[in-house]
């Protein structure tokens, strides 16, 4: 992959030391379309309420603590360094080593990003990677409907890679039910724009069984139903692969790409009648570039 002005990146086979100890970091993301700067609020270990078996973040503990000011420090360092090479920084995402939401530095870093990208780089957009468990904390609801909303404009990708209790399990592998996590999701898609995220791969061998794909492209088709009749609408539908090692590895395995676009097809045909553009709302990202 090549920056906007050509400059070649090579791809980073391993990630286990990508976000160890570290609060900002540069990625070429498939899913920003170009330079992405990372947040990460666990730089000394992982916390997150899933267990993924095809989570990039291996096992690691360092001493290693998250502070706003190094976290301002670091990212106008880092921002800054881009524009010096003339390469448009596309997002600050907030992703890491854990649930970002459920941080509590997250709403002081929050507020610290958006004031750094108003001053930096007004024309990048602020990211929430997001499995969406914080959306069942009152507070945390409040504060994602807010700025999801309102000026700050947040982008929120919310994970949803299961349509059925049984897949979620074996994808996401969660104390929270489905049952409860959806219904979280629904009432948000009532009051504040999203992004569906969904990685598709396969678990134990086995891609997702017919009864999943139907019920995961029901709930999306019910979500954008909800959003648009009484939120702001869904942003966008991000089906991706499997692309990087994982810890767990070969518990999850890669699936075709045309398998994905066969699942992005599928869903364009169910939303045909229901949004104005199904080929602009719905993206399957292939490759991702490190720096």
């Known amino acids: 992959m090549k920056s906007e002005k050509g400059k070649s990146i090579a791809p980073v086979d391993n990630h286990r030391e ?18 992405s700067v990372g947040v990460n609020l666990y730089p000394g270990k992982k916390s997150c309420t899933f267990d993924c078996p ?17 976290m301002e420090q670091d990212l106008r360092l880092v921002i800054a360094d881009a524009l010096k090479q003339n390469i448009p920084v596309k997002d600050i995402c907030f992703s890491g080593n854990g649930e970002p939401s459920l941080s509590p530095h997250f709403p002081e870093a929050l507020k610290l990003a958006g004031r750094i990208r108003n001053e ?6 602020l990211v929430l990677i997001t499995n969406g468990t914080g959306l069942l904390q009152p507070d945390i609801f409040s504060l994602l409907r807010d700025a999801a909303s309102g000026s700050t404009a947040l982008n929120i990708w919310l994970k949803l890679d299961a349509g059925t209790p049984a897949w979620y399990q074996k994808m996401n592998s969660s104390a929270i039910t489905h049952e409860k996590l959806v219904a979280a999701i629904q009432e948000f898609a ?4 999203f992004t569906i995220q969904t990685m ?29 009749e009484k939120g702001q609408g869904i942003r966008k539908i991000q089906m991706y692969g499997k692309a990087r090692p994982s810890p767990e ?37 292939q490759a991702e570039v490190y720096l």
């Open 190 to 193: 009532a009051c504040a724009p």
């Open 249 to 285: 590895d070969p518990k999850a395995q890669s699936l075709p790409v045309s398998y994905l676009e066969e699942r992005a097809d599928s869903l364009r045909r169910a939303l045909n009648t229901l949004t104005p553009d199904p080929l602009a709302l719905i993206s399957v990202p």
């Open 200 to 228: 598709l791969c396969a678990v134990d061998g086995k891609q997702p069984p017919p009864e999943e794909v139907q019920a995961w492209e029901k709930l999306v088709t019910e979500l954008v139903v909800i959003a648009s």
């Open 18 to 35: 990508r976000e160890k100890g570290v609060l900002v970091y540069p990625v070429y993301s498939r899913r920003a379309g170009g330079l």
């Open 54 to 70: 095809y989570c990039e973040v291996f096992p690691f503990a360092t001493n290693a603590e998250f502070s706003v000011e190094q």
């Open 120 to 125: 930096l780089a007004p024309t990048a957009e």
